[in-house]
């Protein structure tokens, strides 16, 4: 499990702005300390951090809620915990999948990780002692994205192959209630107050389940091809997708919103014939986004303007997942090339 703090040289050169792609940004290169120039913005160690240790592609990374941890899930069936600050070293292992780790979350209080897998199971974690606490194993096929909810019950979402959404209390035995749609489900999340759940597929729609009713109250239509990710904006009015007709749109979910939802969308990244479920997700002010993609680079736009901020060389696979740090302006992505990086930005 070795950990190379890139030398900043190095860094640099992973960083370097190219004319074409970077001369609408004010950015200037990070120094490392004790450089001359500009001031470093974040406390990593480095302004770049290459994680190295997983055995097979990296299919999702989360910050925990602090920004102390990163937790990250492998086609290696494992979840490695790695510190953010000091030398990033991996200090746990989770092990307990018998297949791919598809997604993953924290929950809101940040002492427990939900991980989804193709072994038809989630799994809950006790971040603390590394122990398995809880295994949901209801649904027929894939599980491929889940989701705590972020106030309330202790709630999980699941979404499957097997054409389901699950609903799960961690206090209670077993699924408390079940959403069949007639495709596979391949990204699920939770309303900001509890209430609601989306769901997104292999038919390109965004439902809106209500959770009381057990029904969908609102289909939002737009995408042209499967839905690989969704994230629920900081303050909970957007929804955030990524799809493969390499869209990424904000939808207004506020109640009493505009017919047309769709109130943004993204391009630039991509998606290839590898059909990963590139994840997106939201900075901490709502005011840029990011999304994984199959050309290597990790993009990050800005969400008022529309415009990419920031294209991101370094990676030697499809980036699969981007998340940004939760209070310093530090941007995490993990890849097919079995890697992880931390950069300021």
């Keep these: 499990m ?147 909810s972020r106030r309330g019950p202790p709630l999980i979402v699941s979404g499957s192959d097997d054409g389901t959404a699950k609903l799960w209390d961690m206090r209670q035995r077993g699924a408390i209630q079940t959403f069949p749609d007639k495709y596979q489900i391949t990204a699920v999340s939770f309303s900001d107050a509890s209430d609601k759940i989306f769901t997104g597929g292999i038919d390109n729609d965004v439902k809106v389940w209500d959770l009381r009713k057990g029904e969908v109250t609102m289909t939002l239509q737009g995408h042209q091809d499967m839905i690989t990710g969704m994230s629920l904006s900081p303050d909970g009015s957007y929804l955030l997708t990524n799809g493969m007709d390499c869209k990424l749109c904000i939808w207004d979910m506020r109640p009493y919103a505009p017919q047309n939802r769709c109130v943004k969308i993204f391009e630039g990244h991509q998606h290839n014939f590898e059909k990963n479920l590139l994840k997106c997700s939201w900075s901490s002010d709502g005011s840029k986004v990011t999304a994984g993609s199959s050309d290597r680079m990790v993009y990050i736009w800005d969400t008022t303007t529309r415009r990419i901020l920031y294209k991101l060389p370094g990676h030697t696979g499809s980036v699969n997942e981007c998340v940004f740090h939760p209070s310093e302006p530090i941007i995490g992505s993990c890849s097919s090339d079995k890697q992880i990086y931390l950069g300021e930005i």
């Design 2 to 148: 070795q950990v190379a703090p890139t030398e900043s040289e190095n860094a640099l050169s992973i960083v370097g702005p190219r004319p074409m792609e970077w001369s609408t940004v004010p950015y200037s290169a990070p120094q490392a300390p004790g450089q001359s120039g500009k001031q470093r913005t974040s406390s990593l160690e480095s302004p770049i951090m290459l994680l190295v240790g997983h055995q097979s592609a990296v299919y999702t990374m989360k910050f925990n809620p602090a920004g102390t941890v990163i937790a990250s899930g492998s086609h290696d069936k494992e979840i490695f915990l790695w510190n953010v600050h000091g030398d990033c070293k991996n200090f746990m292992v989770l092990k307990g999948h018998k297949n791919a780790i598809l997604d993953l979350h924290w929950t809101t209080d940040g002492s427990q990780i939900i991980s989804a897998s193709p072994d038809k199971t989630l799994r809950a974690w006790d971040v603390e002692t590394g122990k398995q606490i809880k295994k949901m194993a209801e649904h027929s096929s894939f599980v491929n994205s889940c989701c705590p």
